[in-house]
């Protein structure tokens, strides 16, 4: 484990004719009179890992993000309290990490209100604010979240630069968590926006016009939001490098080039996988058992879920981002 004492530096270091005090600690006996013990010098590093200060400031962010979230109607209960478990153990590993989070989470609740009006007259599953529930919050999050923590349990703290000669896991990890919030953030913002395109949205697959909302339309401006919102995760990792003097610039294009991927795999994943149903009646993108008789199918079969689309886009796009990442890095 980079940054903590090995088994083998201890033994060296500590002789074998040592003593045992009264509270069962080594003291070694002889020439070098130093003393390691094992599992003191791992617990003092753990501690050192993850400053109180940190912890306490995770912990009153993510329950305000929380109160935020049911406060603004962009989570509903269980989505406020999943927020509230990702958002203290990402803001708890790295200010870093957790400045991605907060970029994602307020910049996705700030779009969702744009133009809400013309948004509700398409999709007849509209919420106001978008009332995420834990299963939306968790697809977007979680693995993002066991990357941040095993990334600060592994090495230590986050601050530093990508480098693949030097420090090829620890920048894949770093790579992987952009990617990850890059991916969410550009499907969020092309989803928020690009609905709004004045131009009809036409079928990744087949290219054939569809309605606004349908599952794998796309059209210029919700591409061109998918690689802004990738960019933006990039800008803000790239911020946050700046008090440590380890921003890269590259990080705005591996945001972008993340972003435009996982969004245009959804949108394959939601044109093929995902049932999209439209009722001719209200005009509205629709569920298959929609009330009104009118129902249309317009593409995908029903094998996954909004949410399950995410997370299988998410999955694969943090998976590559760590392989981008070795030609933009070398």
């Not at 306490?56 to 478990?85: T, W």
């Not at 896991?169 to 969020?188: P, Q």
């Amino acid at each position: 484990m980079e940054g903590l004492c090995e088994v083998e530096d201890i033994a060296r270091v500590v002789p074998h004719d040592a003593q045992v005090d009264a509270v069962g600690h080594r003291t070694p006996v002889g020439s070098l009179g130093i003393c390691i013990d094992y599992s003191r010098c791992i617990g003092s590093q753990l501690k050192m890992l993850v400053p109180l200060s940190r912890v306490l400031v995770a912990a009153l962010l993510a329950g305000g993000l929380g109160r935020r979230g049911l406060k603004k109607q962009s989570l509903d209960v269980s989505g406020a309290a999943a927020a509230c478990f990702v958002g203290f153990f990402t803001l708890a590993s790295g200010y870093r990490f957790g400045l991605l989070l907060l970029g994602f989470y307020f910049s996705g609740s700030k779009l969702t209100k744009v133009r809400a009006s013309v948004k509700q007259q398409l999709d007849a599953n509209y919420k106001p604010g978008g009332q995420r529930s834990a299963r939306q919050v968790l697809a977007c999050s979680l693995l993002a979240t066991f990357i941040a923590v095993y990334a600060v349990i592994r090495f230590g703290d986050d601050d530093v630069a990508l480098d693949f000669k030097r420090a090829p896991e620890r920048s894949y990890l770093l790579a992987s968590f952009i990617g990850h919030y890059a991916c969410c953030a550009a499907d969020t913002w092309a989803s928020e926006l690009g609905v709004l395109s004045k131009s009809e949205p036409r079928l990744i697959t087949t290219l054939r016009r569809v309605p606004p909302g349908t599952n794998g339309g796309v059209s210029m401006l919700g591409l061109a939001m998918s690689a802004l919102g990738g960019a933006f995760i990039g800008v803000l990792y790239y911020a946050g490098s700046l008090p440590s003097g380890t921003a890269q610039l590259q990080v705005v294009t591996l945001g972008a080039v993340t972003g435009l991927f996982g969004s245009v795999l959804d949108s394959i994943l939601g044109a093929t996988v995902q049932a999209t149903y439209f009722d001719r009646s209200s005009r509205k993108i629709c569920d298959e058992n929609a009330p009104q008789g009118n129902v249309e199918h317009v593409c995908g079969i029903d094998l996954l879920s909004n949410e399950q689309v995410n997370l299988v886009s998410v999955l694969a796009t943090t998976a590559i981002s760590g392989v981008v990442a070795t030609y933009l890095f070398p």
